[in-house]
């Protein structure tokens, strides 16, 4: 099967980079490490950088994480790549691969650029306090439920079903 036309989705790969690292790129201008403002009773902006990966998953394991999730999220992302070439014309499905690749793509900048990837959104209720994260983080969030919604909405085919569409192509 010859790759599909991947052009528009890598364009919208770019934009989810640069929407994610101007947000960062102004977070870094305003605040400092470690500070934090409030803006409502439920929501502040909070600079910190987190060199391990979601939660803060092996933040302190000395240095070596950095590199294996560059590594890691640099395959991942030739996995979508090649996806994305065979699926392009499924919407919902290459958008979610979109959205993670970008989000993926944003945060290994931030691992090559500082050792760390640069969070600065910080959601708390009742005194508890959800990790900070960032754009990039939201995009590969919701690009895993729009692909978990395309997983659930796709409509089950039977054994019958995938025979005869064997069968109609080799004949």
Do not use: C
């Amino acid at each position: 099967m010859p790759a599909r036309n991947i052009r528009p989705w890598l364009w919208l790969v770019g934009i989810v980079v640069a929407i994610d690292q101007i947000a960062k790129w102004i977070v870094l201008g305003a605040m400092q490490a470690g500070e934090s403002r409030y803006v409502a009773p439920f929501f502040n902006w909070v600079l910190t950088f987190n060199p391990g990966a979601a939660f803060s998953f092996l933040s302190d394991a000395g240095g070596w994480q950095r590199w294996f999730f560059t590594a890691l999220a640099l395959g991942v992302s030739a996995w979508i790549v090649g996806m994305l070439s065979r699926h392009s014309g499924e919407f919902r499905l290459s958008l979610a691969l979109t959205l993670i690749l970008g989000g993926a793509l944003g945060n290994v900048i931030d691992r090559i650029r500082f050792g760390a990837v640069v969070d600065f959104i910080q959601w708390h209720m009742a005194g508890y306090y959800f990790p900070a994260f960032n754009v990039a983080d939201s995009a590969i969030t919701l690009g895993a439920i729009l692909m978990a919604w395309d997983q659930f909405a796709r409509k089950p085919t039977s054994d019958a079903t995938v025979a005869s569409v064997h069968e109609a192509n080799e004949g």
